[in-house]
């Protein structure tokens, strides 16, 4: 059972808020504000810099933090982890280091957040790659005909989202490894919905690269993962260039540090780097098996009750073990955003509505937007069931 996390988030206390918004940020457990505070409070240094006992510290906690993210996606090494702002960033570090060229083809899916959409067409626009979409099917899977399709015409990555913020779907992103590592293409898995809520190895699965951002697993925000395997970070040229890049320079010439250092320019979050760091312990303790098995309860009990609501569509298949915590729907003649106003106004339920940066994928289909609620363990079966009876009333009256 995880209700007895419940504790440690503050803004839980009490039954006044409902928080089904965790797609787009988790809340954080006293021990991540611990963690930072401890930085803030003990030692507000410089890491890397100043030789002094505080920086020192810095330096130690900071790799520290390294070394637990990377056991926690199961990476060979430290080294294969670059602290980035975001999943965002992340993606923008690789679409302008791999050192992509006009005609290099670059395909995607048709689900993609604007995070992995939007870096690919401006290096369209920019330096003339091929931006190949590959659509998904009714059940929010990627094609994997068309896919195959696509890798003949001699690809240099594959950037897809491994699990979906628009239905929760989780694509194979087993086979859709194979097959571009067979075809001689690199893949860059984002990460972002699929770290926080299951066990993954990037060793087993053998992807070239893997952003991911803190503030969607108990992290602070403003801090992120990109995963790359070692020997591509080696090759790769750094994208933001500067302070702590290098290890010496003249007036007219640098050496660039090994990675991870090269690509983390100017002075670092370590707040949120100590604060990722016991996020990662924290999520490590809680265990994905029981993050899973609430995540699907809740998703189950959802899934029931909504889909007997008339005129609700839901977003992606409808078994609810496909969609991971996330429950997305639209309802035929009413309003997603005065949906998710109103549930927070008349019952402190907190929902994303809109189109959850996918606006590709909804305008495609003509779609305004949709209400997506998205659990986390910390959420409870009650909460759930007050979420339903007060989203009965908000669309009797609206
Ligand atoms: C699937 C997916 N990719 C990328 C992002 C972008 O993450 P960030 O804003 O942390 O860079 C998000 C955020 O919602 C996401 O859900």
């Not at 509505?353 to 998205?374: E, T, Y």
Request: hydrophobic share 45%; proline share 3%.
């Amino acid at each position: 059972m995880t209700d007895s996390y419940r504790a440690d988030f503050q803004i839980l206390e009490g039954d006044a808020l409902i928080y089904f918004d965790n797609a787009c940020q988790t809340l954080r457990p006293k021990q991540v504000l611990s963690a930072m505070n401890e930085y803030y409070e003990q030692y507000p240094a410089c890491g890397g810099r100043s030789m002094h006992r505080l920086a020192a510290r810095v330096s130690q906690q900071v790799d520290q933090a390294r070394a637990r993210i990377a056991r926690f996606i199961d990476a060979r090494d430290k080294k294969e982890i670059v602290f980035t702002r975001n999943t965002t960033e992340g993606i923008n570090l690789v679409a302008h280091s791999l050192g992509l060229r006009a005609g290099d083809v670059v395909i995607t899916s048709d689900k993609e957040h604007n995070s992995n959409l939007i870096p690919w067409q401006v290096l369209q626009q920019k330096l003339g790659i091929k931006h190949v979409i590959v659509a998904t099917d009714q059940d929010g899977l990627l094609d994997l005909e068309a896919y195959q399709h696509a890798l003949t015409q001699g690809v240099a990555l594959v950037s897809m989202g491994y699990v979906s913020n628009l239905d929760g779907v989780a694509q194979p992103v087993e086979r859709i490894i194979q097959l571009a590592h067979a075809a001689g293409a690199k893949v860059l898995l984002d990460g972002a919905q699929a770290v926080p809520h299951h066990k993954l190895s990037v060793t087993q699965l053998d992807v070239d690269f893997l952003a991911f951002s803190g503030h969607k697993m108990l992290g602070p925000s403003g801090i992120g993962v990109l995963y790359g395997k070692s020997q591509l970070l080696a090759e790769l040229e750094p994208f933001l260039v500067g302070g702590d890049t290098v290890a010496f320079s003249t007036y007219t010439s640098h050496e660039f540090l090994a990675a991870p250092e090269k690509f983390e320019a100017g002075l670092q979050d370590y707040a949120g780097i100590i604060g990722l760091g016991a996020a990662v312990a924290y999520l490590e303790q809680v265990g994905f098996d029981a993050i899973v098995a609430r995540e699907l309860e809740l998703n189950q009990f959802l899934t029931k009750e909504l889909t007997t609501i008339k005129g609700l569509h839901l977003i992606g298949p409808q078994d609810p073990s496909l969609r991971s915590g996330i429950i997305s729907f639209y309802v035929d003649g009413k309003d997603h955003h005065k949906i998710a106003l109103m549930l927070d106004e008349v019952a402190g339920i907190c929902v994303r509505s809109g189109q959850h940066c996918v606006h590709s994928w909804f305008h495609d289909r003509r779609l305004a937007g949709s209400v997506r609620a998205s659990v986390y363990f910390y959420n409870t079966l009650a909460e759930a069931e007050v979420f339903v009876t007060q989203l009965r009333k908000v669309l009797s009256v609206l």
